[in-house]
Each structure stands twice: as structure tokens, then as C-alpha cells.
């Protein structure tokens, strides 16, 4: 099936089911950020080994109105990527990345690596809570790849 085909499949599957996912500009994680806005820039690393794939660090702590950089290296030898949304968020994409694993993201909260390159999100938290950090290509959370962002 061609990505298209398969794209549009997936829209009409989400529309039938009712499915929400933190696509667009906002999520109740937040918003999309600004560059000249950025009041943080955190770094982060996915790495793989003896079956597990990780995220490091595993939890990050961050202020409510923080606009943040994330600096997102693939150290590993596999594909990532990184997606920020809340955890019942985060389970439904994954679910729909179960269906669709050829799914493409162009969305503020989310970047795809390649291995050995970096990526970056710039998002700002507009809500306190913990959401979630997470790999969703299928296998890859299951393997370890999420992490905690808890926001004061």
C-alpha cells in the first residue's frame, strides 16, 4: 500500500473511531514553542543495548510556561523518535503506529532520527501534570523507550 493510500486509511480509521491524538499545534502537554521563546534547552540521548532501547535521561522536570529546546541524538543503530503528548495519548499513537508502522509525523511534538543524526522539538508546557516522552515506532516503547516529563 502506498504511504498516501495508507495515510488516508489511517485519517478515516480516526474519524470512524473517534481516536485523538496530540497532532497540531497543542495538547493538553502543551503548545508548540518558539525559538526566540526557548527558556531551557534539554539534551537527550536514545540509546539500544542488551535488548532494551532507552531514552537518558528517563525523566526531566520542567516549569508550567517553560518554552523548552530538546536536543534529541540517536546514538543508536535503529531509526527513533521522540513524541510528546500525555500517557493516554501516547497509548493510543502507539496503537495506531501498531496498524499503520509506516505512518509519517510532521507535528511540533514529535521528531523521527536517524541513526547517529540529532533532532529537535521546541515545545512550551502550558499545563502542570506528567506527561509522557516516548519511541512509538512498534517494539521500540515496549523495549523501554519512554520517559517522564513532570511539570510544577
Known amino acids: 500500500m502506498s504511504k498516501k493510500l495508507a495515510l488516508l486509511a489511517f485519517a478515516a480509521t480516526v474519524a470512524l473511531t473517534g481516536v485523538s491524538m496530540a497532532h497540531g499545534p497543542s495538547s ?15 539534551e537527550l540521548t536514545m540509546v539500544e543495548g542488551e535488548g ?11 516549569n508550567r510556561g517553560d518554552t523548552v529546546r530538546f536536543v534529541v541524538k540517536n546514538g543508536g543503530a535503529l531509526e527513533h523518535e521522540m ?6 495519548g ?4 502507539k496503537a495506531a503506529m501498531e496498524r499503520n508502522p509506516d505512518m509519517e509525523h510532521a507535528d511540533p511534538n514529535s521528531v523521527k532520527v536517524e541513526p547517529t543524526k ?35
Open 28 to 42: 493538553p502537554a502543551g503548545e508548540a514553542g518558539h525559538r526566540a521563546n526557548v527558556t531551557r534547552t534539554v
Open 52 to 62: 532494551r532501547m532507552l531514552f537518558e535521561p528517563a525523566e526531566i522536570t520542567i
Open 83 to 88: 513524541v510528546i503528548d500525555t500517557l493516554e
Open 90 to 93: 501516547n497509548q493510543r499513537h
Open 118 to 152: 540529532t533532532g529537535e522539538i521546541v515545545w512550551r508546557f502550558t499545563n502542570s501534570g506528567t506527561f509522557e516522552f516516548a519511541c512509538l515506532i512498534p517494539g521500540h516503547y515496549q523495549a523501554g523507550m519512554h520517559g517522564r516529563i513532570v511539570v510544577r
